[in-house]
C-alpha cells in the first residue's frame, strides 16, 4: 500500500535521502506518522509505521527491529534476531523511489533499533541501514476529588477521579486503609475494590460514595494494560481525609433558681420621717439565692421605690426606709434574682404613717 508524507515529515525523508553519502547508493528512512502527518513515535497509540526508500535497480525492502545495545544488524534479514517489522510477506518491492507505510501500534516505550536492507531476498547479503527510534510514553493525567474534605467518620462522603488519556487503557482504582501504601499494580493492591479495569480512551470521570471512621485513607489508581501491568501508562495516589465528627455541645445551664417567697418583717406603724428597719428572707427551690432586694411605695397610682439591698449568703437583705407623710402607706418588698433566674418574687404591705 502507498502513502503520501505530509509537510515536515515528507521534507525530511526526502533530506535525508539527498544528504546521505551517494557511495552508499540505496537509501531507506523509517517514521512514525500520527494524523497530521508528523513524525511522533509513541507506545500504546496507532501510528503509520512509513518508508521512504530509493534504489537504482529492482530489490526488495526488508526491516526488522529489535532492543538497542545487542549485536550489530546482521548481514542478511534471515540471520538477524530482531522481530519483523512489516505484515506478511514481510518485504515490500521497490525500483527507484517509494513511499510504503502501514499502521501500527507498538506495545513498549524507549528505543528500538530498526534494520533495514535493501536487497534481492531475506538471504541475500547487504549492507544494512541501521535506525535508532525512541517511542515515547503516551500522555496521561489522573486528578481526584473529595466532597466535603475532610470528611465525618460515619457519614457518607464522595470520591472523584477524573481522568484523560492518550492511549487506550483500563483504569483501576482502591481506596487503601490509613497507614497502607498503594501496591505497583492493582492485582497485588490490598485496598477496597472502587474500579475494576474499566476501559478508557480520551476523557473519562468516575465517583464513589464511602463511609469511613477516621483516618488518612489512600485513593490508589493505575490506567494500564490489565490488572498486572507493572509498568502502567499512569500512576498516582491521592490522600482522602477523613476526621472524628466534632464534640457534642455543652450541657445546658442548670434549671434558674426560681424564689419561691420574700418573708418581709417591718412594723406596721412607722413615725413621720423616722428611719425604718426593713428585713426580708428569701427562699428558693434549690441553692441561695442571690441578688438584690428592693423597697417600694405606692404613690400617685405608680410604685416608687424607696430603698434597696443585696442578699446576703443566708438569704437575708436589710434595707431602710424613711416615710414622708403621714397615713396609710401601700409598701411592696421586691426580690430581683441575678443570673439566670426565672422572675422576682414581691410581697405587699400596708403601714401607717404617724
Known sequence: ????????????????????????????????????????????????????????????????????????????????????????????????????????????????????????????????????????????????????????????????????????????????????????????????????????????SFQWKVNRPAGTYMLCTWLAKSASDTAPIARQSFPISVVAPPAPPPPPPPPAKAATAVGVAFPSSIRLRRLVAIRARVSATSGTPTGMCYADRFISRRWEPIASGAVASNGICRMTVRMGRRGREQLRVRYRPSGNFLASVSRYRSVRVR
Open 1 to 204: 500500500m502507498a502513502y503520501h508524507l505530509k509537510g515536515g515529515a515528507l521534507l525530511a525523508a526526502l533530506g535525508a535521502l539527498v544528504c546521505a553519502p551517494t557511495a552508499l547508493g540505496d537509501r531507506s528512512v523509517i517514521t512514525n506518522l500520527d494524523a497530521a502527518g508528523r513524525d511522533d513515535p509513541v507506545a500504546l497509540v496507532p501510528r503509520t509505521f512509513t518508508v521512504v526508500a530509493n534504489t537504482s535497480v529492482k530489490k526488495r525492502v526488508l526491516i526488522k527491529y529489535r532492543a538497542v545495545g545487542g549485536a550489530p544488524c546482521a548481514p542478511s534479514a534471515n540471520s538477524d534476531s530482531g522481530t519483523w517489522a512489516l505484515q506478511w510477506p514481510y518485504y515490500f518491492e521497490i525500483n527507484g523511489d517509494k513511499t510504503t507505510g502501514e499502521v501500527k501500534t507498538w506495545s513498549t516505550t524507549g528505543p528500538l533499533m530498526f534494520c533495514t536492507w535493501l536487497a534481492d531476498n531475506g538471504s541475500s547479503v547487504a549492507t544494512p541501514i541501521t535506525q535508532t527510534i525512541t517511542f515515547r510514553s503516551p500522555t496521561s493525567t489522573i486528578d481526584a476529588s473529595q466532597s466535603p474534605s475532610p470528611a465525618t467518620a460515619g457519614a457518607d462522603f464522595i470520591i472523584g477521579a477524573s481522568l484523560t488519556t492518550e492511549a487506550p487503557a483500563r483504569f483501576y482504582a482502591t481506596l487503601a486503609n490509613p497507614g497502607v501504601a498503594c501496591a505497583g499494580t492493582f492485582g497485588s493492591d490490598s485496598g477496597s475494590e472502587l474500579t475494576d479495569g474499566t476501559e478508557v480512551n480520551g476523557t473519562a
